[in-house]
């Protein structure tokens, strides 16, 4: 599976961002998309993850800012990042969870870069 992420920029704090990213190739073995982020010096974390059947997870920092969806028709995800604070400036990564039989793959997009001034 191949992702291709766009909508990372610059934004001053309280502004608006938003994300998209859409997978192609063997999309169909696809169970969960998401959004990972990893800021200088620090760990790649989970943001946001919705699953085929419309399940989300959302990391506390973000709840309640953060809104994942997803568009299944065209394999597509979507983060929109409103009351944007400069702790959320990160590398944002997508990323693509498939199932096949009993073994589970990791796909990930290159990071797109969002930079929020205070």
């Known amino acids: 599976v191949q992702l291709q992420a766009s909508g990372g920029g610059f934004v001053q704090a309280g502004g608006s961002l938003r994300l998209s990213c859409a997978a192609s190739g063997n999309t169909f073995d696809i169970n969960s998309m998401g959004w990972y982020r990893q800021a200088p010096g620090k760990q790649r974390d989970l943001v946001a993850s919705?699953?085929?059947?419309?399940?989300?997870t959302y990391a506390n920092s973000v709840k309640g800012r953060f809104t994942i969806s997803r568009d299944n028709a065209t394999n597509t995800v979507y983060l929109q990042m409103n009351s944007l604070k400069p702790e959320d400036t990160a590398v944002y990564y997508c990323?693509?969870?498939?199932?096949?039989?009993?073994?589970?793959?990791?796909?990930w997009g290159r990071g797109t870069l969002v930079t929020v001034s205070s």
């Open positions: 990323n693509a969870i498939r199932r096949i039989f009993t073994s589970t793959y990791n796909d």
């Open positions: 919705i699953t085929n059947g419309g399940r989300t």
